[in-house]
């Protein structure tokens, strides 16, 4: 295969326009339009009124180089290089978690927890592209926010999206990005406590057949999968956060559908109350989570880490 699709010619391939592109390409409609608006570099609506104008060579030969990485299974947001998440449009690299809309469940959660605190620390443990801890630092400007990821290159781009983002000015100042496991780049010796930890860790076991198919082949697999049981991480986070959570703080932590019943179990042991489940728009138990009482153990003795 040269820089032309095999079996056409340079004359068609010149000759080609949108809707032709269109009619022949083997992707569903939908996505074709979106790779094909993204490489032309027009809005959706000129597919139409422009479908019938010549394109250039060159742009034909680059559309049957992304049209094959589709068909190959490419995920469309590493192909345009975003994804849109909570009313906000977020770049993502192939060093990053694809957000997705079933994770947006987590940023309402915790924005209803935070609600009537003034200037509330939120912390976001493996933020990828900051996601989580952007939107809820976008619909709260006076919130303080941390974000915690042990990739350097999920942290640039995370960096990258709070500073297109989010408010230069926003009371709450800029997002804080430390790198490092989990709690362990936190100043153990301050008196920092957060008024809400979020998570989406790691959660899909090692042996799960899903980590082979679909999107999730072209996303970082240490993003996915705790390379365990699929809830190591999830144990972690849950032993070691009242040592950073003030009174009355919240957790809350998207996990994978089969795993709430383990997942508040683990919150009810470690002494949380109000202990629950909240479930996405398809019935699932997506996010767990809890109040850390007054009452609860705070100290800072060493963060608890959990292997099998």
């Known amino acids: ?46 597919l139409i ?13 680059l559309w049957h180089q992304l049209e094959a990485r589709r068909l190959a299974g490419e995920p469309i947001a590493q192909l345009v290089g975003a994804r849109e998440f909570y009313g906000l449009e977020f770049e993502v690299t192939p060093h990053v978690l694809i957000p997705r809309p079933e994770t947006e469940l987590l940023v309402e959660t915790t924005l209803d927890a935070i609600a009537g605190r003034a200037r509330p620390r939120v912390l976001d443990l493996g933020t990828g592209t900051g996601a989580i801890v952007v939107a809820i630092a976008s619909a709260r400007p006076d919130a303080q926010v941390w974000a915690v990821d042990r990739s350097a290159e999920a942290l640039q781009v995370a960096a990258r999206n709070a500073a297109r983002l989010l408010d230069a000015q926003r009371p709450g100042g800029p997002l804080t990005l430390l790198q490092g496991d989990w709690y362990a780049p936190l100043d153990a010796t301050s008196d920092l406590r957060f008024d809400a930890i979020v998570s989406n860790p790691p959660y899909i ?5 899903h980590l082979a198919q679909g999107d999730l082949r072209f996303e970082p697999r240490g993003a996915l999968t705790d390379e365990a049981d699929g809830l190591s991480a999830i144990r972690s986070i849950v032993a070691n956060a009242p040592a950073w959570l003030a009174a009355h703080g919240m957790l809350w932590i998207e996990h994978g559908y089969d795993q709430a019943v383990a997942v508040r179990a683990l919150l009810a042991e470690r002494g949380f109350d109000g202990v629950r489940s909240v479930c996405d728009l398809a019935g699932i138990e997506r996010i767990s989570g809890g109040e850390l009482p007054p009452s609860a153990p705070s100290a800072r003795t060493g963060e608890i880490r959990y292997h099998l």
């Open 49 to 61: 009124t422009r479908a019938d104008e010549p394109l250039a060579a060159a742009k034909v030969a």
């Open 205 to 209: 076991a090692s042996d799960d057949p």
């Open 1 to 46: 295969m040269g820089n032309e699709r095999a079996g056409a010619s340079p004359s068609e391939a010149a000759s080609a326009t949108v809707a032709a592109l269109l009619r022949a390409s083997a992707l569903p409609a939908l996505e074709a339009r979106i790779l094909l608006a993204h490489l032309l570099g027009w809005r959706r609506t000129e």
